[in-house]
């Protein structure tokens, strides 16, 4: 009985033993574990990797090669880790047999390998298909990623006009505010959404198109940075720039009856006549060998001629026709005293034409209305001192609107003192002035008649020479109702 309960006791002594070392190597020996850690998909070698095991036996780090050796590691089962920054760990099964190597290879995922790809943005405004939108657009959109990485967007944009692309990159807001946008256009846009660890992910395409361009009947002049730049005005006065600011152009004709217009613009140290649509696309130079000149670039004028297929223009004392497209240059007129032409209009309803002369100092005004071959039929003005211009007929030509200036100043500055405005009556040959109400110290210049005729749009400024041009409109049967219509604006017309 004695004997049989220390056989048991064996027993228990024994199964605590196993039991107390289960996570211990219970063979004798020992052999090596070997191997190579490499990043997965390029087989690059990773240096100073830390290798080790469980059970646990020494701690080794590869070498440049990416090779490691693990001495002396007792016989039996091990879980062999290699960990390494910016990578994935990765556990390998090695069995240790006594004086052999067991190699064990590595590839590893860098850290990111799990990581999702961003959600495709979702577009929201302006929604698809719209329409009627503005010229400075707010694009917004969603962007989500699963493990709420943060994101980087590019937006591109494409129009249906011509292959101009828009790029905007490294954004990360989800709203883009796009400004100088075409009118009348349809453009195309997309975002894709990147997480910097993923390939970048595209939304689906929108398209908007931009509100036309507003029909606009008055056209002015306004200097930007140096230059002459070319604006069309609202009946509320919002103002649409149509020539760019980095070039010089003015004097803006609209054509009666079809939507061109023709203005003055510098080309290489001259002035030429162009054409352009209402909105400021398609500038089309007309004159070319004879260019616009005479006294002083900025009070030359020019019209339009024969149902607007024609344009005449002074160079000195002659007045030239052209064609539209460039053609059939000819000249119609030349003056008899061998003063300057400055001004020009044309009225088809009597096919006539009204010219102003001057001498090279602005004086010595003439004022008259030849045919369109050239024959003078009568003087407005002539033999008077001071300065004057500013023509254009009524619709039926019995009406010219000119200005001059009452003071009969003349000076070498051409600094004009009280200029009025008149309409002259091309039946009785009277004169009537319509700026009873101009402000003292002032100027009225550069009238055009109202489409209606009703009104008269003009420029008001100081007669200092210096001051701000503003345009202002009054009507015509209550000359004491001056109305401001546009600020630091020029040479306007009204069709």
Same mark, same amino acid.
């Given at each position: 009985? $004695?004997?049989?309960?220390?056989? #048991?006791?064996? #027993?228990?002594?024994?199964? @605590?033993?196993?039991?107390?070392?289960?996570?211990?190597?219970?063979?004798?020996?020992?052999?090596?574990?070997?191997?190579?850690?490499?990043? $997965?998909?390029?087989?690059?070698?990773?240096?100073?990797?830390?290798?080790?095991?469980?059970?646990?036996? *020494?701690?080794?780090?590869?070498?440049?090669? %990416?090779?490691?050796?693990?001495?002396?590691?007792?016989?039996?089962?091990?879980?062999?880790? !290699?960990?390494?920054?910016?990578?994935?760990?990765?556990?390998?099964?090695?069995?240790?047999?006594?004086? +052999?190597?067991? +190699?064990?290879?590595?590839?590893?995922?860098?850290?990111?390998?799990?990581?999702?790809?961003?959600?495709?943005?979702?577009?929201?405004?302006?929604?698809?298909?719209?329409?009627?939108?503005?010229?400075?657009?707010?694009? @917004?959109?969603?962007?989500?990623?699963?493990?709420?990485?943060?994101?980087?967007?590019?937006? &591109?944009?494409?129009?249906?006009?011509?292959?101009?692309?828009?790029?905007?990159?490294?954004?990360?807001?989800?709203?883009?505010?796009?400004? %100088?946008?075409?009118?009348?256009? $349809?453009?195309? /846009?997309?975002?894709?959404?990147?997480?910097?660890?993923?390939?970048?992910?595209?939304?689906?395409?929108?398209?908007?198109?931009?509100?036309?361009?507003?029909?606009?009947?008055?056209?002015?002049?306004? =200097?930007?940075?140096?230059?002459?730049?070319?604006?069309?005005?609202?009946?509320?006065?919002?103002?649409?720039?149509?020539?760019?600011?980095?070039?010089?152009?003015?004097?803006?004709?609209?054509?009666?009856?079809?939507?061109?217009?023709?203005?003055?613009?510098?080309?290489?140290? &001259?002035?030429?006549?162009?054409?352009?649509?209402? +909105?400021?696309?398609?500038?089309?130079?007309?004159?070319?060998?004879?260019?616009?000149?005479?006294? +002083?670039?900025?009070?030359?004028?020019?019209?339009?001629?024969?149902?607007?297929?024609?344009?005449?223009?002074?160079?000195?004392?002659?007045?030239?026709?052209?064609?539209?497209?460039?053609? %059939?240059?000819?000249?119609?007129?030349?003056?008899?005293?061998?003063?300057?032409?400055?001004?020009?209009?044309?009225?088809?309803?009597?096919?006539?034409?009204?010219?102003?002369?001057?001498? !090279?100092?602005?004086?010595?005004?003439?004022?008259?209305?030849?045919?369109?071959?050239?024959?003078?039929?009568?003087?407005?003005?002539? !033999?008077? *001192?001071? !300065?004057?211009?500013?023509?254009?007929?009524?619709?039926?030509?019995? =009406?010219?609107?000119?200005?001059?200036? #009452?003071?009969?100043?003349?000076?070498?500055?051409?600094? &004009?003192?009280?200029?009025?405005?008149? #309409?002259?009556?091309?039946?009785?040959?009277? *004169?009537?002035?319509?700026?009873?109400?101009?402000?003292?110290?002032?100027?009225?210049?550069?009238?055009?008649? *109202?489409?209606?005729?009703?009104?008269?749009?003009?420029?008001?400024?100081?007669?200092?020479?210096?001051?701000?041009?503003?345009?202002?409109?009054?009507?015509?049967?209550?000359?004491?109702?001056?109305?401001?219509?546009?600020?630091?604006?020029?040479?306007?017309? /009204?069709?």
């Amino acid at each position: 009985m $004695k004997t049989f309960s220390k056989y #048991i006791s064996l #027993i228990f002594i024994l199964a @605590t033993i196993v039991s107390c070392s289960e996570d211990k190597v219970s063979f004798s020996g020992t052999g090596q574990i070997t191997g190579k850690v490499v990043s $997965k998909g390029d087989n690059v070698p990773l240096e100073n990797t830390r290798v080790s095991t469980n059970p646990s036996s *020494s701690i080794v780090f590869t070498n440049a090669t %990416g090779d490691f050796v693990i001495n002396n590691v007792a016989v039996g089962t091990y879980s062999v880790q !290699a960990q390494k920054e910016g990578y994935l760990s990765k556990f390998e099964s090695a069995t240790v047999t006594e004086d +052999n190597d067991v +190699n064990v290879i590595f590839e590893l995922d860098i850290e990111t390998a799990n990581n999702d790809a961003p959600n495709a943005p979702i577009l929201v405004t302006p929604a698809n298909n719209a329409i009627n939108q503005t010229l400075t657009v707010d694009l @917004t959109w969603v962007g989500t990623d699963p493990e709420e990485d943060e994101l980087t967007y590019e937006v &591109q944009i494409l129009n249906d006009q011509n292959s101009e692309v828009l790029n905007f990159t490294d954004l990360t807001d989800t709203t883009l505010t796009v400004t %100088g946008l075409d009118y009348g256009i $349809k453009y195309f /846009w997309q975002v894709s959404a990147s997480d910097n660890i993923n390939d970048a992910v595209l939304s689906e395409t929108f398209n908007f198109k931009t509100i036309e361009f507003p029909s606009n009947r008055v056209f002015f002049t306004r =200097k930007i940075d140096g230059n002459n730049v070319i604006f069309s005005a609202d009946p509320d006065g919002v103002e649409y720039q149509l020539t760019s600011s980095s070039s010089n152009s003015w004097r803006p004709r609209k054509a009666s009856g079809i939507d061109k217009l023709a203005f003055l613009k510098t080309n290489g140290g &001259q002035t030429h006549i162009y054409t352009m649509d209402l +909105n400021g696309s398609n500038i089309t130079q007309v004159t070319n060998s004879i260019a616009v000149n005479g006294f +002083n670039l900025e009070e030359l004028d020019f019209e339009w001629k024969d149902n607007n297929t024609k344009l005449v223009f002074p160079n000195f004392d002659k007045l030239y026709q052209i064609n539209v497209d460039g053609s %059939g240059l000819t000249q119609i007129h030349q003056t008899l005293n061998g003063n300057f032409i400055t001004e020009v209009d044309w009225n088809q309803f009597t096919q006539r034409l009204a010219i102003k002369t001057n001498n !090279a100092s602005g004086y010595n005004i003439e004022i008259y209305t030849l045919s369109d071959t050239g024959t003078i039929f009568n003087y407005v003005m002539q !033999a008077v *001192s001071g !300065a004057a211009g500013g023509l254009d007929f009524s619709f039926d030509g019995t =009406k010219l609107l000119y200005t001059y200036d #009452i003071s009969g100043n003349q000076n070498t500055d051409y600094r &004009q003192l009280d200029n009025h405005i008149f #309409i002259y009556d091309t039946s009785t040959f009277v *004169s009537n002035d319509i700026s009873l109400s101009k402000p003292a110290g002032t100027n009225d210049l550069d009238p055009k008649f *109202s489409p209606n005729e009703a009104q008269v749009i003009f420029v008001n400024t100081s007669n200092d020479g210096l001051s701000q041009k503003n345009i202002v409109v009054i009507d015509i049967l209550t000359t004491n109702d001056r109305t401001l219509f546009l600020e630091n604006a020029k040479m306007p017309d /009204w069709k």
